[in-house]
């Protein structure tokens, strides 16, 4: 008997029923689901050994790009990132069901997390 997963970006408890963003960044796809001031980001590609560090940062990037706040605190594996966002005063988080590709330019350590240049194109399709 064969199983297949048919479901590898299915939503977390919390984010069901709310439009992922896909995002490609520095060669990581990501579904992002954004519900308040909390994200879930859920790495769509294979990799060999994932390490949580670079999975994390990337995902993290990924669910400020998506949600225009700022990262406070990460949990979760490899596989499911979720996180706490701040936004600035006033701001709504985004979200929405479109689909970006970006480019990471540079990447600095900054209290233990990580300032980013990105590029970022909405994809057409």
Do not use: W, Y
Request: proline fraction near 3%; charge should be neutral.
């Amino acid at each position: 008997m064969i199983l297949m997963l048919a479901a590898c970006d299915m939503a977390g408890r919390d984010f069901r029923g709310l439009p992922a963003t896909r995002v490609d960044l520095g060669g990581m796809q990501f579904a992002v689901r954004t519900n308040g001031t909390t994200a879930e980001a859920i790495r769509l590609n294979r990799m060999l050994r994932p390490r949580m560090a670079q999975v994390g940062t990337l995902a993290g990037l990924a669910i400020e790009q998506v949600s225009g706040c700022r990262v406070r605190q990460i949990s979760g594996d490899v596989a499911v990132v979720t996180a706490r966002l701040h936004c600035a005063q006033g701001a709504v988080p985004t979200g929405g069901s479109s689909a970006s590709k970006c480019m990471l330019q540079g990447l600095d350590a900054l209290d233990g997390f990580a300032a980013e240049v990105l590029t970022c194109d909405l994809d057409p399709g």
